[in-house]
């Protein structure tokens, strides 16, 4: 099928359960203000995200062949939404922190747990348009999740698709089209919140990381949250290093929030900032430490992404010489909630086929 201008229209057939299409020529023909005729006829979805792990590429995602194909069509037609698929030649990730120690990996299991994305879909709940919820969930593939009922259990399973949070993330992001990123922070710091909820650190605690220095409060605070991260993944995919300057990184690698999401200028998980931001608030730190993301595979196309946590002001030099209270309240805080949900646990993994999606908003 010929467009006017003589290029060919991507011919493409969805199941019936997707209005993923529908909902993006919603959005061109708000953007553009005039209708697009589109014909759904022939050729498949692919069942794949565009950006995958794949066992042939051991230290980045790479592009799936038949979801590129689907996406060339489309660019053909409508050439202002074309994005590179193509990988960064040089990354932080790839460069800078493999000479630091840290060497790229990428998930095997590909699942995560239960009630991790349960929460996550509460969280997301509370912010959504009820009007608006099982649209925008059926938008991005998730539409077996419309109803509560239909929600994973409260437990340590990992059944959970990778590509699932990416998914419910652009929902979050389409609820609110007008501000895309301060949707995701507040849904980052709302599922964060839910979390910390029952598990409020005992007065001791509270007391021990008032005397404690900042760094290690914080070393404490982030050999928690990833080790708590790579139990809901059941891999190690999330690290954190101190750097020389006295800042951190996290890392997360194959990250939950890249999948299936193309190239845009500028970092792009601002629900992990807003996480790592209400964890710093918790802890009272949130006037020391500035949170950011430095790189984003929505950038590189690697599938890992890269946070840092800077300090303001001068450095905390108090009571640096208590080794066993840090051992101690190590262990206490890793008896706490991580900034992503849910509880800690170690996790039972079982496989589940994913969903992919092609969304894209600006700035999400």
């Given at each position: ?205 509270q007391q021990a ?6 760094k290690r409060v ?88 890269i946070l840092a ?56």
């Open positions: 099928m010929l467009s006017e201008q003589g290029q060919d229209i991507p011919i493409i057939a969805l199941p019936q359960n997707r209005h993923i299409l529908t909902r993006l020529l919603q959005q061109l023909a708000y953007e553009l203000k005039r209708d697009i005729p589109f014909t759904v006829l022939l050729k498949a979805v692919p069942d794949e995200a565009p950006l995958i792990a794949d066992p042939s590429s051991p230290a980045v995602h790479v592009v799936s062949p038949a979801s590129a194909q689907i996406l060339e069509g489309i660019w053909r037609v409508l050439p202002g939404t074309r994005s590179s698929l193509k990988t960064a030649l040089h990354s932080l990730v790839l460069d800078d922190l493999t000479i630091a120690g840290l060497s790229p990996r990428v998930s095997r299991k590909l699942r995560s747990r239960n009630s991790h994305f349960r929460q996550l879909l509460k969280a997301a709940r509370e912010l959504i348009d009820p009007a608006q919820w099982d649209t925008l969930l059926k938008d991005v593939g998730l539409g077996s999740y419309c109803s509560q009922d239909s929600w994973p259990p409260d437990d340590d399973e990992c059944s959970i698709p990778a590509e699932y949070l990416s998914c419910l993330n652009q929902a979050v992001a389409f609820s609110r089209p007008a501000d895309p990123v301060d949707q995701l922070r507040r849904w980052g710091n709302r599922s964060t919140r839910l979390s910390l909820e029952k598990r409020v650190p005992s007065l001791l605690t990381l008032k005397v404690l220095p900042d914080l070393g404490a605070v982030l050999n928690a949250f990833t080790g708590e991260m790579n139990g809901i993944r059941g891999e190690e995919l999330h690290l954190w290093k101190r750097w020389s300057d006295g800042s951190y990184r996290v890392v997360h690698y194959s990250n939950l929030y890249v999948y299936g999401r193309v190239r845009c200028l500028q970092p792009a998980c601002h629900a992990w900032v807003a996480s790592l931001e209400a964890m710093l608030h918790l802890l009272h730190l949130d006037n020391a430490w500035q949170v950011s993301e430095i790189e984003c595979s929505c950038q590189t196309q690697t599938g890992h992404c946590l800077q300090p303001l002001g001068e450095a905390d030099s108090t009571n640096d010489q208590w080794p066993n209270v840090r051992a101690r309240l190590a262990l206490a805080l890793y008896r706490l909630p991580s900034p992503c949900p849910p509880a800690l646990a170690r996790p039972k993994c079982k496989a589940r086929m994913p969903i992919p999606h092609w969304h894209q908003v600006k700035g999400a």
